[in-house]
């Protein structure tokens, strides 16, 4: 018999704030004053925008508006509906929205806050929303036939939970998703700790993903390339950078700007490079990490988020790309295929800003103690396709279609083991409940970050621990690459009282 810790590890329990250098702080706010005229007028406390003005009109996400007085509740209506989206100037899709724009509203709001959406369907298919990364109770996870019914044309569901951790997490279809997420179907939801001391004023949330479309603006099927399409993973031709293809951000050079970066890509990596500019990672899918990292090209896998601050620097006037290199995450990846644009940076005019020293952040965050854990094997295979070509991916040696539930006692702490024994790269993803990646010593891998999606390379294996908290119901996990989720590589893991009496190792 295994036996339960109850040791927290949710990110909720890690109470201390993340410290900035106020030293940094206070050389940006000089700076920023001894480029304005009215210094004068200027407080130090107000926040003060080192960026030139409209830097990011061109890219910036519409937001959802709140209707509820309450300031601890933020409420408002959307739709999904097909509407006819421009990419580009000229370039109009004929997608499928939320309230009628690629990607849907930006919802933001402050952890511990009160989120109530009222969503009606209205698509020529049914859906639900889930809300990916969130800790909600299991009713609102958004899982047909698991936590709710499919919703049909005309149908309406109220989502309504309470928020707990802060951090860039986001929406999307839970039916038919690699067709609904791949057509225009996601929205990002930031949730902002208004005592966070990250210190950058200039804040830009940024979903990528791509669309796939003809010169009449019609969505490419979501079956293009037969069984060979979904073991690769379909891609959209376009990449998208908050729905547009190719935008111009603006920079002041040496202006230091925060980036919330989401990957809603059905299947798409982002491997994102600076021209070799760095990236100054603060944080993960769980909001801060234990503390920063640096790092010359940022990885964002579908469905992980990257906190980054960047000091883009160039000449007045001149331009730097943002791009996305080739990351070989299969065949099909790498071959035949090259660097591509995702958006432009645009210096101003403005002489460039001496390069501030990044805050010193830290998090506290409780070592979990990994003694006493459930240990789980999963494994991840692609047998030979059968006789009329068709393949699906496994899962332990089964398509999620045969799969049995596998299972967890509440408050019971579980490291899962998932080996990668396919030719592809699987973001492997856990609805409800964030993770702690371990080394080949299961122990944390430092810096320390709230995951719930994390790629699983070809051949790799990955390690973490999870705290299964009190929140009973079956939970999915599976692969973020949406085809493949739907060619078998999903399962669910069922958390409750009993369960745990009845938990075993698995040997797969
Ligand atoms: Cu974004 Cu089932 O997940
Ligand atoms: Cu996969």
């Not at 490291?415 to 030719?423: D, G, L, P, R, T």
């Not at 592809?424 to 964030?434: I, M």
């Not at 989720?485 to 893991?493: D, K, P, S």
Request: proline residues 9%; contains cysteine; hydrophobic residues 40%.
């Amino acid at each position: 018999m295994h036996r339960m810790r109850r040791v927290p590890v949710g990110p909720c329990h890690s109470s201390p704030q993340p410290r900035a250098s106020s030293l940094w702080f206070r050389r940006v706010i000089a700076a920023a004053l001894a480029s304005v005229a009215s210094a004068g007028l200027a407080s130090a406390q107000a926040p003060v925008s080192l960026a030139p003005s409209g830097w990011d009109a061109d890219i910036k996400l519409v937001e959802a508006v709140d209707r509820n007085p309450d300031p601890k509740i933020f409420e408002f209506d959307m739709t999904a509906r097909l509407a006819d989206v421009a990419v580009a100037p000229g370039k109009t899709v004929q997608a499928w929205t939320y309230n009628g724009g690629i990607p849907g509203p930006l919802i933001r709001i402050h952890v511990g806050d009160r989120l109530i959406v009222h969503f009606t369907n209205d698509l020529p298919q049914p859906t639900t929303v889930h809300w990916h990364g969130v800790r909600v109770p299991i009713e609102m996870d958004g899982v047909p036939g698991v936590s709710q019914p499919e919703m049909q044309r005309g149908d309406t569901f109220t989502y309504d939970f309470v928020v707990r951790d802060a951090g860039l997490y986001w929406y999307h279809p839970h039916v038919m998703s690699a067709a609904q997420v791949g057509a225009g179907l996601y929205g990002a939801l930031l949730v902002e700790d208004p005592a966070d001391e990250v210190g950058i004023t200039d804040e830009l949330t940024l979903v990528l993903s791509d669309i796939g479309f003809d010169r009449k603006g019609v969505l490419e099927s979501p079956t293009s390339g037969g069984p060979a399409g979904m073991v690769f993973g379909r891609e959209g031709a376009y990449i998208l950078a908050n729905g547009k293809i190719m935008p111009t951000l603006r920079a002041r050079s040496g202006a230091p700007q925060r980036w919330h970066i989401v990957n809603t890509a059905k299947s798409r990596f982002f491997l994102l490079d600076l021209d070799g500019q760095p990236f100054y990672v603060i944080g993960s899918d769980g909001g801060l990490q234990e503390k920063p990292v640096t790092t010359d090209s940022l990885l964002v896998t579908p469905g992980e988020r990257a906190d980054v601050i960047v000091t883009p620097t160039g000449p007045p006037g001149g331009t730097l790309p943002l791009r996305a290199m080739l990351y070989n995450r299969g065949y099909g990846s790498v071959e035949y295929r090259g660097v591509e644009d995702v958006l432009t940076i645009a210096f101003s005019d403005q002489p460039a800003l001496p390069k501030p020293k990044m805050p010193a952040l830290h998090r506290e965050m409780a070592v979990p103690s990994i003694e006493g854990a459930t240990k789980v094997n999963v494994v991840l295979t692609l047998p030979p396709a059968g006789p009329n070509g068709t393949s699906e991916f496994h899962v332990n040696g089964v398509p999620s279609w045969k799969a049995k539930p596998f299972l967890a006692g509440l408050g019971e702490q579980q490291i899962w083991i998932v080996k990668n024994e396919s030719k592809f790269a699987h973001p492997f993803h856990l609805h409800g409940f964030f993770f702690l990646p371990l080394d080949e010593k299961l122990e944390p891998i430092h810096p320390m970050a709230w995951k719930d999606t994390l790629n699983v390379p070809m051949d790799g294996t990955v390690r973490f621990l999870v705290h299964f908290d009190e929140r009973p119901g079956t939970w999915m996990f599976h692969c973020h690459i949406l085809d493949h989720a739907e060619g078998g590589l999903m399962g669910t893991v069922q958390v409750g009282d009993r369960a745990a009496e009845h938990t075993h190792p698995k040997k797969p």
